[in-house]
Each structure stands twice: as C-alpha cells, then as structure tokens.
C-alpha cells in the first residue's frame, strides 16, 4: 500500500506552488481526497479555487504585489492574471461537472478516473501558467527575479506574502 500513496507525494509539492499562484488547483482538496472517504470528497472539491479562503482575484491581487508587478510590466502581468483565472474557471467546470454523481454511489474506477481528470487539469493549467509567467519572469531585473523565486519558494509553506512585506 505505501507504495500507491507515494506517487501523490511526489507530485503534491510542485502542486502546492500551482495553486498559490492560481493554476488554482486543488492542493488540499486533492490530497485531503486520498485520506478522506467518499462522502466527504465533494465538499473537498467545493473548494477547488479557493487555497486557504482566497479567490482567484485575491491571488492574483496578492502575487501581483508581492512580485512587486512595475507599471512597464502590467502588459506581461496581464497574461498571466489571464492564465490564472482560466485555470480558475476550469477547474470550477470540472468540478462542477463531476458533481453529476454522488460521490457515495461512485465505483474506486469511478473515483480514479475523476482523480485522473483533476490531476490532468492541474498539469494543464501549469502549462498554461508556466507560459505566461515566463515570459514576465524573463523580462524582470534580477532584484525581482530574486523575489519571484523567493515567492514560490515559501509558497507551499502558506507565507508567500512575506517576500513582499520584507522589501
């Protein structure tokens, strides 16, 4: 058995920074799925854009801040509050058309295919994220790119404002 649950540990690390910045993804929903049995699951899933209660313009109002966005970079900014609010939206699509089902009347088939479909739409909106916040984090000096690293780095560990509050 340790061996099916450490797949999901691998992957919950990088998914932790994707939902801070607005893939908007199901971190704690996702892995709190794993422990919990399948009544609870849906309500798990009602949070699948909210991370620690923020929205999606809440994020991105808080990592355009902390990033410390300058008015020369709002075009580029632009694409990337973009990605991260279709990442939002389709993620609340699909959890909203897996809600067609009780999860209580789901098969464990039925369970990891729906699994499979949010863990695929975490991949795809990293891509699409990862897209846009490259080509702003190219074009930033090395002062902010320091930020911006800074910013991921502590973002699994819920202080991703701290970067912001510290210059």
Do not use: C
């Not at 990605?83 to 369970?111: F, G, I, W």
């Amino acid at each position: 058995m340790p061996s099916f649950t450490r797949p999901f540990a691998i992957i919950s690390a990088p998914l932790a920074v994707a939902a801070l910045v607005g893939t908007t993804m199901l971190v704690s929903p996702m892995t709190a799925a794993l422990a919990q049995n399948s009544a609870t699951k849906a309500a798990a899933a009602s949070g699948a854009t909210e991370t620690k209660g923020e929205t999606v313009e809440q994020r991105v109002t808080n990592l355009h801040a902390a990033l410390k966005i300058t008015p020369e970079q709002e075009g580029t900014w632009k694409a990337v509050a973009q990605a991260m609010r279709e990442n939002a939206a389709n993620m609340d699509t699909l959890v909203a058309s897996n809600r067609t089902k009780a999860p209580q009347t789901m098969t464990a088939v039925e369970d990891l295919k729906t699994y499979q479909k949010v863990a695929q739409a975490h991949v795809d909106g990293l891509k699409n994220l990862i897209s846009a916040f490259g080509t702003l984090y190219d074009a930033m000096p090395d002062v902010q790119k320091k930020i911006a690293d800074q910013v991921f780095l502590t973002s699994g560990q819920g202080t991703a404002a701290s970067p912001a509050k510290q210059g």
